[in-house]
C-alpha cells in the first residue's frame, strides 16, 4: 500500500490564492519531500523536511510536519499561474525502506 | 493491478556486470522515466521517454542505456556496473493531462 497519500487529488485555484495540500503516512520515517511535476519535464525537488522538524520555509513555499498524526501539508502562497503542477509527496522510511510517494495532488492555477 | 512495477525490487552484483532493471505499466500511458535516488536521497531524472521516444536525456554515464520495447515498457540497461552506481533507481509513468505514478524502487548495490 502507499506510503504517502496526498488530499486532495486535484485543486483548482485563482492566480494569487494560496494552495495548501496534504499528505498522510503510515509507518515511522526518516525525512518527507515534496516533489513537482510538470507534465513531461519529470520531477523537480522543492524541500525536504526531517522527522525532528516541525516547520520549514523556500521563498513561497512552507511544509510543515506532524509525526505525530503522521501528515506533512505544503502551502503555496501568492500562486502563480506557473505553479499549475502535479505535487507529490515521498517519504523514507526509518528501516531502509525505498521512498514512497503518494499519488500527487494537482494543482491547477488560473491567470 | 500494480500501476507501475519494477523488478527487481533488489539487485546485488559484482563490479563489472551487466545488469538490467524492467519497468513496466498498465496505465495506458504515454510517458516514462527512470530517476536515481541520489546520496542525498533527491531523486533525479535519467532518462524520459513518449511514446518509445527518447524525450529527455540527462548528463548520465553512456553506460547507462534504456529500451522501449512498446509504449508499456521502459527498462534499464546497465552495463559494466561501478560502485557508484549503487543507488535506488526509480520508474515512473505519467499520462496527458494525469499525474505521475510511481514504482516501488530498485535498490541495487554493486559489490
Known amino acids: 500500500s502507499q506510503q504517502g497519500e496526498e488530499d486532495p487529488q486535484a485543486l483548482s485555484i485563482q492566480e494569487g490564492e494560496n494552495a495548501t495540500m496534504n499528505c498522510s503516512y503510515k509507518?515511522?520515517?526518516?525525512?518527507l519531500q515534496w516533489y513537482r511535476q510538470n507534465s513531461g519535464r519529470g520531477l523537480v525537488h522543492l524541500i525536504l523536511?526531517?522527522?525532528?522538524?516541525r516547520e520549514k520555509h523556500s521563498g513561497r513555499l512552507r511544509v510543515t510536519l506532524d509525526t505525530s498524526k503522521k501528515s506533512s501539508s505544503l502551502l503555496i502562497t501568492a500562486s502563480r499561474a506557473a505553479d499549475t503542477a502535479s505535487y507529490f509527496c515521498?517519504?523514507?522510511?526509518?528501516?531502509?525502506?525505498?521512498?514512497?510517494f503518494g499519488p500527487g495532488t494537482r494543482l491547477s492555477v488560473l491567470p | 493491478d500494480t500501476a507501475v512495477s519494477q523488478t527487481p525490487k533488489y539487485l546485488v552484483t559484482q563490479m563489472g556486470n551487466d545488469k538490467s532493471i524492467k519497468c513496466e505499466q498498465n496505465?495506458?500511458?504515454?510517458?516514462m522515466y527512470w530517476y536515481k535516488q541520489d546520496s542525498k536521497k533527491f531523486l533525479k531524472i535519467m532518462f524520459s521517454y513518449n511514446n518509445k521516444e527518447l524525450i529527455i536525456n540527462e548528463t548520465v554515464p553512456n553506460r547507462f542505456s534504456p529500451k522501449s520495447p512498446d509504449k508499456a515498457h521502459l527498462n534499464l540497461h546497465i552495463n559494466s556496473l561501478e560502485l557508484g552506481d549503487s543507488a535506488v533507481y526509480f520508474c515512473a509513468s505519467e499520462g496527458q493531462n494525469t499525474e505521475a505514478f510511481f514504482g516501488q524502487g530498485t535498490r541495487l548495490t554493486v559489490v
Open positions: 496505465l495506458g500511458h504515454d510517458t
Open positions: 515521498a517519504t523514507d522510511g526509518n528501516y531502509g525502506q525505498n521512498f514512497v
Open positions: 523536511i526531517r522527522s525532528n522538524e
Open positions: 509507518t515511522s520515517i526518516n525525512n
